[in-house]
């Protein structure tokens, strides 16, 4: 779509502008951010991604999109060809909900499977959850993510403007729930019915991998629900609780070569 990068580069500015200041003004957490530690690592790591993933990848999945819809691939346009088209409208935000759906299951495989597991730890190993360890994946792993993220858009058909919501809630959301943002306790109770809060999901950076197994969605906060991997506080409490793994705790492994390396380690 036109200005999709644009519109998605404005988008994530402005959401990590937003949430650095809270995270200022009222952080939930009375614990030391160290920035300067922390953050050329994990924005170094997004930086290469994203120059990875411009090199490397010829479409990306709004673009795929609107090829799918012109050649009729996917099952929403089969069902269009065949004279059972769904409303615009409802199909959109069906596929959103199935892509959300999608992601929280490769996110539950990335804590099953051993060797992707090796990848995603490097997200896990942060000791400090701020908006910046929304954005701390390898770029491998972010490789296969978009990978996975084509064929699902492939095989929905799904209408380029709802890819392209979902992208930006997968943008802003995950930053949103990793802040160190305080959210009243009564606000918090009733935001987590509809979407993924900072306290719901800071269980899962737990050092108890048994609370770091729980809580997996990004935006929504129905699939943990569904599927019995919901938790509703940790056990020592957020302030007790350590965040991050109990192995690659050492500063030399929060720079960027460290974290490049932290997979095959």
Known sequence: MKYEALLRLSVFLGVALAL?????????????????????????????????????????????????????????????????????????LACILLLDLAIYGQHVASHRWRWFWRLHRVHHADTVLDLTTAVR????????????????????????????????????????????????????????RIIVTPDMHRMHHSTDMAEANTNYGFCFPWWDRAFATYLDQPAKGHEGMAIGLTIFRERSWSGLWGLLRMPFA
């Open 20 to 92: 650095g200041l809270w995270e200022v003004l009222a952080p939930r957490l009375p614990r030391p951010a160290e920035r300067l530690r922390r953050w050329p690592g994990n924005l170094g790591l997004v930086a290469l991604a994203t120059l990875l993933i411009r090199l490397a990848v010829p479409v990306l999945p709004v673009g795929l999109a609107g090829l799918a819809q012109a050649r009729g691939f996917g099952l929403l346009n089969l069902l269009t060809a065949h004279g059972l088209p769904l409303p615009e409208p409802a199909a959109g």
């Open 137 to 192: 994946f390898h770029p491998l792993e972010l490789l296969l993510s978009l990978g996975y993220k084509l064929l699902l858009v492939l095989a929905l058909g799904p209408p380029a403007w709802a890819v392209l919501g979902f992208e930006l809630l997968l943008n802003a959301l995950p930053m949103f729930n990793h802040a160190n943002a305080r959210l009243p306790l009564r606000l918090d109770r009733a935001l987590r």
